[in-house]
């Protein structure tokens, strides 16, 4: 089980304190303590602006004293000049009242980057990544990489996993999450000279169930930064940030979603059964085949909405394309469209129905969770080294 990063939270019973609780909780590195502030990794401290001259110095013997066990401060009323002394004598973040939710989960995202970089050297290419394809337009494509998603999350406990909505140019997965994004990954690449864990993080938008969005741009414009280079960095960067990072690549196949497959670990390829969708299937395995040696053996064929008794059988698709069909999704349009009404996952909405189960089989087939001796993680979500000899 992955070590946990200790919290002693130094508040009165008070709003500010509740946000630093949702945030913590929220983050399945942390945990806090009810007693033990000498030990605990992070301090977080309310500052009495009463407290005087002697509080001020007690506190920056505290600060001292922890070393790089680190301090954040919150008040509710404070002096510049005596926070400014306060940061210089070495404490790292601190938080005017009202406490601002989005700001202390950056804080909190600093602080496990600055402590595992001081960790040591980090491992790469842990995370799988997954492409959802959809096989033409209609056929579900963003209700499984959606619901993929979801599903990874409860392989393990303390699972990280990411969504990326790339079906352009109208994504939809927000609309499916009834998330509001602030940015979208356009922003990412055009700002690529910063791209790190930190500014990753700052602009993903989270999910209540723990799971993370990146949204696509909405206008042209923002593509311009969009090259197979930039998305292959954007992606081997969450890849180590995150267990599992499943993309919806839309059902357009062009260079950049070439790259993306390419990188990937599994491309699932969603279709249904009629004869313009096998049709698509055939185009698709002949072009991939064209492209790029390889991306056929990460190929998963998956029926989606799977009828017994359709005048066109699983069998005789496996024929006509001499690949057998990795996945069958039972059909239960109703009980999807609800969930999709609802911008909420089939895990909350029906999570005992035949096809909520298909597709969390679905997500364990992919990305079968892995032993934690085998790929240790830091408490960044990055893979470190375990110091096996080779």
């Given amino acids: 089980m992955r070590e946990k990063l200790t919290v002693f939270l130094d508040m009165d019973a008070s709003a500010a304190r509740r946000v630093f609780e949702e945030c913590l909780s929220e983050d399945g590195d942390f945990e806090v303590i009810g007693d033990g502030e000498e030990f605990a990794e992070l301090l977080v401290r309310e500052l009495d602006p009463q407290g005087g001259e002697e509080a001020l110095e007690a506190l920056a013997e505290t600060v001292a004293r922890r070393g790089e066990r680190e301090v954040f401060l919150t008040a509710q009323a404070y002096d510049a000049e005596v926070l400014m002394r306060l940061m210089r004598q070495g404490v790292r973040e601190f938080f005017p009242q009202p406490v601002n939710h989005e700001e202390v989960r950056m804080a909190l995202w600093r602080l496990k980057a600055r402590r595992e970089s001081r960790l040591g050297p980090m491992a790469g290419k842990h995370g799988a990544i997954i492409d959802v394809f959809g096989a033409k337009g209609g056929v579900g494509t963003t209700t499984a990489a959606v619901n993929i998603a979801?599903?990874?999350?409860?392989?393990?406990?303390?699972a990280s996993v990411a969504l990326v909505d790339m079906n352009l140019p109208f994504g939809e997965a927000q609309l499916f999450l009834d998330i509001t994004p602030k940015y979208h990954w356009?922003?990412?690449?055009?700002?690529?000279?910063?791209?790190d864990a930190t500014y990753l993080m700052s602009v993903m938008s989270r999910h209540p169930s723990g799971l993370y969005l990146l949204a696509p741009p909405s206008r042209l414009d923002d593509l311009?930064?969009?090259?197979?280079?930039?998305?292959?960095?954007?992606?081997?960067?969450?890849?180590?940030?995150?267990?599992?990072?499943?993309?919806d690549l839309g059902m357009y196949l062009?260079?950049?979603?070439?790259?993306?497959?390419?990188?990937?670990?599994a491309i699932v390829l969603v279709c249904v059964q009629n004869l313009p969708c096998l049709a698509n299937v055939r185009r698709f395995l002949e072009n991939i085949r064209q492209a790029e040696a390889g991306l056929e053996d990460k190929l998963k064929i998956v029926v989606n909405r799977h009828l017994r008794d359709?005048?066109?059988?699983v069998e005789d698709m496996e024929k006509a394309l001499s690949l057998p069909v990795f996945w069958r999704v039972p059909n239960d349009y109703p009980t999807t469209l609800t969930a999709i009404n609802q911008g909420k996952t089939l895990l909350e909405t029906a999570p005992k129905a035949p096809v909520t189960r298909a597709l969390a089989e679905l997500a364990r087939a992919l990305a079968p969770p892995v032993p934690e001796p085998?790929?240790?993680?830091?408490?960044f979500g990055?893979?470190?080294l375990t110091g096996r000899k080779a």
């Fill in 186 to 195: 356009g922003e990412v690449l055009g700002n690529i000279s910063r791209l």
């Fill in 374 to 379: 085998e790929r240790k993680k830091g408490l």
């Fill in 150 to 158: 979801a599903a990874c999350l409860t392989l393990r406990p303390g």
């Fill in 382 to 384: 990055l893979k470190r």
């Fill in 224 to 247: 311009q930064m969009a090259s197979p280079e930039n998305i292959s960095r954007l992606l081997e960067l969450m890849r180590q940030v995150f267990d599992t990072v499943v993309i």
């Fill in 254 to 265: 062009d260079e950049i979603t070439l790259k993306v497959m390419d990188i990937s670990d």
């Fill in 310 to 313: 359709s005048d066109l059988v």
